[in-house]
């Protein structure tokens, strides 16, 4: 008989696992996913920028984006129905700036591995920066680094939908039910516990619960290093709109900001950037004139004169032990599998890690991207798997 498995959160990556899991032939009817807000309303995905890049300092995040890029490309074949449509790609490429000599020598490192794993990133000094892009002031910048293809923003909101819609179609279950504990007895999974008062029996547990993933880890007796952190974004328009696309511009200072159809995109992170709960949607909206907008007018002068049309406050699910996804078998609970800590770029790695995980399951090991790097022990064993350009 197929593993019972049981994917508790259903948003993008939880929506792609299951899609994937009955794409390699995993019985749909033996998949539950559990959902505690069907309206996604509040969580992670809901509040994405939307955006994929290649340049990572992680070669295996590089991979993970080319996929990402092939999924986006390639999403109605990949999903065989003609009924999906194309997932709109707006390959604006991302704009990194550095004003300190170890900025640039982080930059140079990096666009070394990016390239070496098959991303077409490219230096630029400030003359090509001013030939190219002749917007920015380039005032004290000594290197910018840019991706010349497959980076830019993508239209998330379709792949969830549709990965979610078939996975349903074929028939797996999607509960609107709160995991509240999981049965650990004899030191393996045996199921979960519902708000309902419901209990479900499980071979598998896949914790896909973004910024509560460590909540979920520890109805398990596990410890995982994931805290929400606040990241605020505003939507505006320019007086004076660029006569060029704006690629995603990463400034020195952590202010980084993207066209957006007509308009412009920008987001930061408070400082400090304590660890908050997912339910606080708070803003300290000071940090657009002291820190923001600032930034913003400095580096692009045309930017002076702005409307703010929106704005909001979403939450990273942020691994705090070293900025990267954990993904696959805790080996001190076996059954028990993790989807979680993207810190900041789960959006695009959904593809690759919903279908790498889903590989690990039926097939019993990784059989596209060998994603045992990113596995949980890693953090047990004090084992770090960096990620070190996290935006
Ligand atoms: C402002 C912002 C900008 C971003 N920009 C980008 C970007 O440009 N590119 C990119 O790749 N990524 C980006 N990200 C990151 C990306 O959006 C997330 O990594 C990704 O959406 C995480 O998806 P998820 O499905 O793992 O988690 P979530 O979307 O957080 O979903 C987790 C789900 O689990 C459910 N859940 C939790 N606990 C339980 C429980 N006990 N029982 C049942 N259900 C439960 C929740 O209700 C939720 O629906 C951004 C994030 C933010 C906040």
């Given amino acids: 008989m197929a593993d019972r498995i049981i994917i508790i959160g259903g948003a993008i990556m939880g929506s792609s696992l299951a899609w994937w899991l009955t794409e390699l032939g995993h019985p749909p009817g033996a998949i539950t996913v559990v959902e505690r807000d069907p309206t996604y309303a509040a969580c992670g995905t809901a509040f994405s920028n939307s955006c994929i890049r290649q340049q990572f300092g992680n070669p295996l995040n590089v991979a993970i984006s080319r996929f990402g890029v092939e999924c986006i490309k390639n999403f109605q074949m990949i999903m065989g129905d003609d009924r999906v449509p194309p997932v709109h790609f707006h390959p604006f490429g991302y704009m990194y700036l550095a004003d300190t000599p170890a ?8 666009q070394a591995i990016q390239t070496k794993a098959g991303a077409a990133t490219r230096l630029m000094d400030p003359d090509a920066l001013a030939a ?24 998330g909101t379709t792949m969830f939908d549709w990965w ?55 109805m398990a007796g596990l410890d995982l290093p994931i805290e929400a952190r606040k990241r605020y974004t505003w939507v505006f328009e320019a007086a004076r ?18 066209q957006d159809g007509a308009g412009y995109m920008v987001g930061a992170k408070p400082d400090p950037d304590p660890a908050v709960d997912p339910d606080d949607f708070g803003g300290d909206w000071s ?100 990620e070190t350009a996290v935006i």
């Fill in 241 to 258: 709109p660029l006569d060029r696309d704006l690629p995603l511009t990463i400034d020195p200072s952590g202010v980084h900001v993207r």
């Fill in 103 to 110: 900025m640039a020598d982080h930059l140079r490192r990096v």
């Fill in 132 to 155: 190219e892009y002749p917007f920015y002031n380039l005032d004290g910048i000594l290197l910018g680094s840019h991706g010349a293809e497959n980076e830019g923003y993508f239209d």
């Fill in 287 to 386: 940090i657009w004139e002291d820190k923001v907008w600032p930034a913003l007018a400095t580096r692009i002068p045309a930017f002076e004169e702005i409307r703010v049309r929106r704005a909001w406050v979403g939450h990273y699910d942020y691994n705090t032990f070293d900025q990267n996804a954990v993904v696959g078998p805790h080996s001190d609970l076996p059954g028990f599998f993790s989807l979680n800590g993207f810190s900041g770029h789960g959006l695009q790695q959904s593809p690759a890690l919903g279908r790498g995980l889903a590989e690990y399951l039926t097939q019993g090991s990784y059989r596209t991207l060998d994603l045992t790097p990113l596995g949980p022990d890693r953090i047990r064993a004090m084992t770090p798997f960096p």
């Fill in 164 to 218: 979610r819609r078939l996975a349903r179609e074929r028939g797996v279950t999607f509960l609107a039910d709160t995991v509240t504990a999981i049965d650990t007895r004899g030191g393996r999974i045996g199921g979960v516990t519902l708000a309902s008062g419901n209990t479900a029996g499980a071979d598998i547990v896949v914790n896909v619960a973004g910024t509560r993933g460590a909540q979920v880890a520890r």
